[in-house]
T-cell receptor, first 115, second 116 residues
Framework: SQQGEEDPQALSIQEGENATMNCSYK?????LQWYRQNSGRGLVHLIL?????REKHSGRLRVTLDTSKKSSSLLITASRAADTASYFC???????????????FGKGTKLSVKP | KAGVTQTPRYLIKTRGQQVTLSCSPI?????VSWYQQTPGQGLQFLFE???????NKGNFPGRFSGRQFSNSRSEMNVSTLELGDSALYLC???????????????FGPGTRLLVL
């Protein structure tokens, strides 16, 4: 089952512009994570935001979390061609009673940054 | 610190065959999770192993199985392959500590399986 749903499904921008991706989820969470995947490769962890945090920064990344709306957004500022990738939000599966082992991913936003 | 490694990287099999994929986690990580990624279904959780025990299991048929060894390395096996099993199989490792959900996962590069 999908927990996070990213929006938009695809985004095409020019280098230097900002890119914003949104994620909605269904159940209560402990934290929410964002991952990046370059074409057909493994996922790279970008940032983790806890349920008691509202905003977090890491370099050119800014993540916000609104637990009342069950939504999060990822902002990439001053995008570069190298940011071209798919971006996924992921949450821990509460159904497993708090065990660690799995994340539930959305279908991702495919970002294309044109030079 | 070496990252998560997966072997083989690419595999071609025919329907009905079985396949074994291997994953070596980051040193010190005791949890290994497996995910299947397809264009249609996206990333789906298969199972998680922690200290040689399956701790979580996703909604996949019994043809999908796995195991973990004492050094935390893990293997997954798919028996009686079907065309729909063609996918990118990703493993991820973490410390697997108790007390919080959704620990950061460190992913390997994946094994791309093609079933003909």
């Amino acid at each position: 089952s999908q927990q996070g749903e990213e929006d938009p499904q695809a985004l095409s921008i020019q280098e230097g512009e900002n890119a914003t991706m949104n994620c909605s989820y269904k159940t209560s969470i402990n934290n929410l994570q964002w991952y990046r995947q370059n074409s057909g490769r493994g996922l790279v962890h970008l940032i983790l935001i806890r349920s008691n945090e509202r905003e977090k920064h890491s370099g050119r990344l800014r993540v916000t979390l609104d637990t009342s709306k069950k939504s999060s957004s990822l902002l990439i500022t001053a995008s570069r061609a190298a940011d071209t990738a798919s971006y996924f939000c992921a949450t821990g599966d509460m159904n497993y009673g708090g065990s660690q082992g799995n994340l539930i991913f959305g279908k991702g936003t495919k970002l294309s940054v044109k030079p | 610190k070496a990252g998560v490694t997966q072997t083989p990287r690419y595999l071609i099999k025919t329907r009905g065959q079985q396949v074994t994929l291997s994953c070596s986690p980051i040193s010190g990580h005791r949890s290994v999770s497996w995910y299947q990624q397809t264009p249609g279904q996206g990333l789906q959780f298969l199972f998680e192993y922690f200290s040689e025990t399956q701790r979580n299991k996703g909604n996949f048929p019994g043809r999908f199985s796995g195991r973990q060894f004492s050094n935390s390395r893990s293997e997954m096996n798919v028996s009686t392959l079907e065309l729909g099993d063609s996918a990118l199989y990703l493993c991820a490792s973490s410390f697997g500590l108790a007390g919080g959900w959704g620990e950061t996962q460190y992913f390997g590069p994946g094994t791309r399986l093609l079933v003909l």
